[in-house]
Structures are given as C-alpha cells and as structure tokens.
C-alpha cells in the first residue's frame, strides 16, 4: 500500500459484493487452429490504511491542489471508494494511482460489481467481464468503462498425471470454479480440442500441492499450482485462434453505473481516477517491477512468484477496442449455464461507455 490507499480483505476474483458471484458458460466461438505448450504467454470489511498523499505530491502527479484550477478541473477531487477483489494482482494499477497519482484517498473494499447497487455504494468496481454480464441483467445501468488488466491466463498440468496435451484432460481432475471466468476459460480452451467442461472432473481452488492433475484459473493461484509441481513434470496450455490471439483473455474491468456518471461530480472523479489509472498503466508496462512492493502484500506472494504471475498479466491503459466482441458469445454461454435468454449486440452495447477513457485522454 501506498500513501492515500485503504484496502480491505478477499472477494471472490469474478464475485459481485456480498450475495458472491456466479459466472457463465456456453458455446465455442468457432475452431482453433494452434495450441501453444510452454512456459509463458507468447506475448505480451477490515482494512489496510494509509494517509492522504500531500497537495504538492498530488500536484507533481497531475492533480488539482486545494487551491483549484481551471473551470473544468477545479477544486480539490474527493476521496473515492472501490469495491474489487483485493488479493487480486490486476489490481495493480488501481494500487499505484492509489499512491498519488489520484490526488485524494483511495479505499479499496472487498466487493465488485453488486456493490454498486447495494446500501453506502461505492463510486467504482472492478470485476472479470463474466461478473458484469451476470450483474448487467438485472442492473441495466451498469457500465464497463475502463479495462484495468488483461488476464492471459494459462491451463497447468503435470505430465506424471497422463497430460501432455490439451486432449489429456478428458476424464481428468481440474481445478477451476465453475460459473467465473476460470469457467468460460476452460469452456473456450476445451472447445480447441473437441471437448466441453463435462468431460473433466471438477477440483477446487488452485493452490499448492493440489493433487489434482491439472488447473485452469487466474494468478495468483495458478502459479502457486504451477510452483509446486516437480521440476520437469508442469506443461502449460495457452490456446489460441487461426489469427493467434487468445481463445481467452480476461477482461478485468472498472464499471460505474450510469447514475454515477450522469452527476457531474461523480463523473469529474472518475475521469480523474481514470487518468490516474492510465499513467499507472503505462508505468507498470515500462517497468512491471513497480508494481511488486504494492502487491506482495495484498497477494500474500513473494516477489519471485509475483513476478512470475505478472507475466499473465497485461495492463491496457485503455478501454480495450474488442470489449464488445468479447461479450457477445460470452453471452450466449453466460445465458446457457444461468438457463435464459442470451441478449444481442444491440442489447449489450449500452453496457460499454467509452466517454469516461476520452474525456480521461483529452483532459
């Protein structure tokens, strides 16, 4: 932690706020035609406290001091709230503009995207993209409007349990949640090679030790998974499409609702935060280093497995341009695993709001 963060303690990666999370499944968006076998991707409440960051750090970091300046950026910005998954490293850039480049107190409070519609709300959340389509259908204002991390993830197995390709795991063990984006990433990397989550067994939560044969999950778990299993034995699965993107990339993004960002108020701080959240992006990608004293803690990992888990992890400093391609068939999976109707890319386009990342951009 920094000065100006609060942070309370663990959420589920994917969960809303207190009611949890459930996440979705469905059909595969079409065939892949490579599978990458390696070591890494191919590319690219209590609470922890601390002080507000002074006016002339603020300043320096490209904050409005007490003192105020121009008629649309005036006046002292307020202390915000965000609601996330602490333990989570994509938090990372929220971690650093919690730091000073926000210019007021950030607090960081167990929760995600449900938070936003319950009792002392707060301003912003974050959440995999599967958690806003769950929350989305029956809160129509919520908003994704900044993607704070992309999470490659990764399927480990050990090759002493029978695995060395991605067919191996039909009738394994595999450690995963079902209903999160661990889920939609072992439906979508499955789908490569003719097979659907029926066809392995469910294990739990990735961790040390696990004596299940292999893991399909988000950092910092899967390295924790990976780093014990015996030298020589782990393989690593990253699937990809005929264009060789990721079958699968998690989207963790920041919402707001619509409410919020219709109050002019509201809206200044979160472009604000937003701001901040871009230069902590582009630092981190310059020298993801900066981000491993803010996280050793909040992920309870040392640094040499924290550096490890950051190289699945690629921090946009945008709103990605392919969110909504990247609902619409996570939609028709979301609605098949939760029994209704999927919704179209008409009725899922309002979810995204772009204006928050150009505002952040030209101010």
């Not at 963060?5 to 469905?26: F, L």
Request: some cysteine; aromatic content about 6%; glycine content about 10%.
């Amino acid at each position: 932690m920094g000065p100006g963060e609060t942070s309370t303690s663990g959420a589920d990666h994917d969960g809303g706020g207190s009611a949890g999370a459930t996440h979705d499944g469905g059909t595969s968006a079409g065939p892949v035609l490579s599978v990458d076998a390696g070591s890494g991707p191919t590319d690219g409440s209590s609470s922890e406290s601390g002080d507000a960051t002074s006016t002339a750090a603020r300043a320096d970091a490209g904050g409005a001091s007490d003192d105020g300046g121009g008629e649309a950026d005036s006046g002292p910005y307020p202390d915000i709230t965000l609601a996330g998954l602490t333990t989570a490293p994509e938090l990372a850039p929220v971690r650093l503009a919690a730091t000073g480049l926000y210019p007021a107190n950030v607090t960081i409070t167990s929760g995600g995207v449900d938070d936003l519609f319950g009792s002392n709300p707060p301003l912003v959340a974050t959440n995999a993209e599967t958690q806003a389509l769950r929350s989305s259908v029956q809160h129509s204002d919520l908003r994704i409007i900044f993607t704070v991390c992309e999470g490659l993830y990764r399927v480990v197995g050990k090759k002493s349990a029978g695995i060395n390709t991605l067919a191996d795991l039909k009738g394994k063990t595999v450690d995963y949640t079902p209903d999160t984006s661990s889920a939609y990433f072992l439906h979508r990397t499955l789908a490569t090679v003719g097979l659907s989550e029926s066809d392995v067994i469910t294990g739990l939560t990735p961790a040390a030790n696990s004596p299940s044969a292999a893991a399909a999950y988000w950092e910092t778990n899967m390295q924790a998974f990976a780093g014990s299993i015996a030298s020589g034995d782990a393989i690593e699965f990253q699937a990809k499409d005929a264009t060789g993107q990721y079958v699968y990339r998690e989207l963790f993004n920041l919402h707001a609702t619509a409410g919020s960002l219709a109050d002019p108020t509201k809206r200044r701080a979160i472009v604000r935060f937003v701001k901040a959240l871009i230069a902590a992006s582009a630092q981190i990608t310059a020298d993801p280093t900066v981000a491993i004293p803010l996280l050793i803690g909040p992920t309870n990992t040392d640094q040499a497995d924290l550096a490890k888990s950051l190289n699945y992890e690629r921090y946009a400093g945008t709103l990605v341009s392919d969110a909504l391609d990247v609902l619409v068939p996570e939609e028709a999976w979301s609605a098949s695993v939760n029994n209704r109707t999927a919704r179209t890319q008409d009725e899922l386009a309002p979810l995204i709001d772009d204006s928050i990342v150009t505002e952040a951009l030209a101010n």
